[in-house]
T-cell receptor
């Protein structure tokens, strides 16, 4: 069974530029999560989707972050404009009716 | 009230020794307590998890001890091996419905096992 796929794996951008991350969850998983992991810290939940509906986005900085999950499968997380403090690993996870499975993450460096 | 506090930040043990990592939580609504293992460049992977209706769960060399009254739980790695060297995270969530994955993570413990 293929795991959660994320791309790109690494991204380096200058501040104020836009950036987007893509996630393909495990087939059949209705729940999708985006987490942010700062260096030396545990992951923090940004947003949770049930199918195509965002059911928990209280931790998403909505002034610059947006996310979508069209058709309830793949998801995209966007930052516009990026700030230096956005440098982190962005993890996508998916679950069926139980525990989540994490992807390898996208490591973002904002210069 | 959502915090999960983890200690120590780093841990060095010799091969064959016992590694112990501790976590404490505040939110009494939490009822699912997993431990994740993360290698560099990889996402966290579930190692073992426990529900509060039991005080201990063992899977191979890994054991979770759970103290509901103290709101603490710990991971014990017996016969630690160099391949166990990784970052370990405790986490907590409410297991009802689809909330399994709405995890609150600890700060992480970097484990180094010397051969």
């Amino acid at each position: 069974e293929a795991g959660v796929v994320q791309s790109p794996r690494y991204k380096i951008i200058e501040k104020k530029q836009p950036v987007a991350f893509w996630c393909n969850p495990i087939s059949g998983h209705n729940t999708l999560y985006w987490y942010r992991q700062n260096l030396g810290q545990g992951p923090e939940l940004l947003i949770r989707y049930e199918n195509e509906e965002a059911v928990d986005d209280s931790q998403l900085p909505k002034d610059r972050f947006s996310a979508e999950r069209l058709k309830g499968v793949d998801s995209t997380l966007k930052i516009q404009p990026a700030e230096l403090g956005d440098s982190a690993v962005y993890l996508c996870a998916s679950s069926g009716n139980g525990r989540p499975y994490f992807g390898p993450g996208t490591r973002l460096l904002v210069l | 009230q959502q915090q999960v506090k983890q200690s120590p930040q780093s841990l060095i043990v010799q091969k064959g020794g016992i590694s112990i990592i501790n976590c404490a939580y505040e939110n009494t609504a939490f009822d699912y307590f997993p431990w994740y293992q993360q290698f560099p460049g990889k996402g966290p992977a579930l190692l073992i998890a426990i529900r509060p209706d039991v005080s201990e769960k063992k899977e191979g060399r890994f054991t979770i001890s759970f103290n509901k009254s103290a709101k603490q739980f710990s991971l014990h790695i017996m016969d630690s091996q160099p391949g166990d060297s990784a970052t370990y995270f405790c986490a907590a969530s409410t297991a009802g419905g689809t909330s399994y994955g709405k995890l609150t993570f600890g700060q992480g413990t970097i484990l180094t096992v010397h051969p």
